[in-house]
């Protein structure tokens, strides 16, 4: 055969395929859904109830169809479109029949467990989501979305590392907006082995009443969070009272724990706290805390100042979980534009840690916690160290982040760049009931790997 004919039947064999393709796309867009059933019954229900204001929407697959979200949520005027078996695509398709009745003002979303069931990469699930909540912004800029990641069952734990990086993902689209809440109910259904509990799904997939009431606790916290901020006349004011800001300084901050320079008398005070979770209103934490920053040309200076009956800390070791050892404090740090981020410990006897994760995704990986970090820290106690007979005052720490070392993954700490930080404490004590964990900002959920929910960072211009 020669050039000639190769290249004709080329073209026959690529628009004989171009031909099918249209053909396809044509039969389908003629075919009805196979949702059409379900969707016909929801709008009966529109026409007979109508579309009250203020409406919280429910929207995704069977997770949804099963909540019984009228008796659960009674103070709330919920409405419930689940349709099991769906998929992100499908609310897609149809969504102007499913959102665009209610014009909600929140919206709590569960979908992509069947999208990777049937095959769909992880970054299509997180990309199909992307396009859901850009959507929903378009016809309803104001309203909140709720994200319930994909859950582990016992039915489809085979595919648990797709839907977990399909998670990770989408946890990277809500930390961009702060309409978008990441409700991590994921350690719910796992059993102390980490495994999906069998006592959790009523047939391996599908939740009990038990675990409906457990999710409808904690969207119940997180509508009170949306709310309040919502409540404000001007949410953006609102917003700004998370921001953290890192003030200038014109002399290096000498790392001794002291918190003597002059600058820390004039850097913003952050208080710690519990987490929504933990207690319903601001300033429920028993022995409190407060951090600073402030940054130069070399280092992000960050200042703690730690209430502490009880000042403990059993390991005198750098590069250790000193949260399993006893008092730490906790820096995470995390570029809005990438998935990485670091972990970075203090403790009261001067010991440090340096973690770096790539992504949510790599976790547990031991290369995490192998890292190399020019991280200083240190430390100043009043009281007694692992003294448990007596009672302590405070401790204080000071952190000397270099933002050569950050700049060097690819995304610079500078005035202008987008970062988020979140300051995490354990706090062990014998005059506390059980170990308290505080941070800033509060989170819905005590998870401080949730950087989805970190306060933004700023540095403010010299």
Known sequence: MNLFSVVIAALLLLSSGLFASAQESARRSSEPSRWQVEIDRFKAEDAKQGSPEGAILFLGSSTIK????????PDEITINRGFGGSTIPDVLEHFDGLVLPHRPRLIVFYSGDNDVAEGQLPIDVAQNYRLFVQRVHEVLPDAYVVLLPIKPS???????????RANALMAEVCADDERLVYLDITQTVLDEQGRPDPDAFRDGLHLTDALYEVWTDRVKGAIAVIDGISSQSDRS??????DMHAVPT????EIDGKLDEPVWQEAPVYRLDLGHDQADRPGSVQEGGEVRLAYDDDYLYVGVFLTDSDIVQESDEDQQ???????????FLKPDSATWYWELYATPNGRRSAFFFPGSGRLPLPSAYTYQSNLRVGAQITGTLNAWRDHDNNWTAEFAIPREELAAQGVPLAPGQSWRMLIGRYNYSRYLDHPELSMYPRLLQTRFHSHGEYAPLRLLPR
Do not use: Y
């Open 154 to 164: 016992v039915s489809r734990w085979d595919s648990w590392p797709e839907m977990a």
């Open 321 to 331: 979980m000193h949260f399993k050892t006893g008092d730490v404090v906790e820096v």
């Open 66 to 73: 099963g909540w019984e979200t009228e008796r659960l949520f």
């Open 250 to 253: 014109g002399t290096a901050v």
């Open 237 to 242: 004011a609102a917003t700004a009272k998370r």
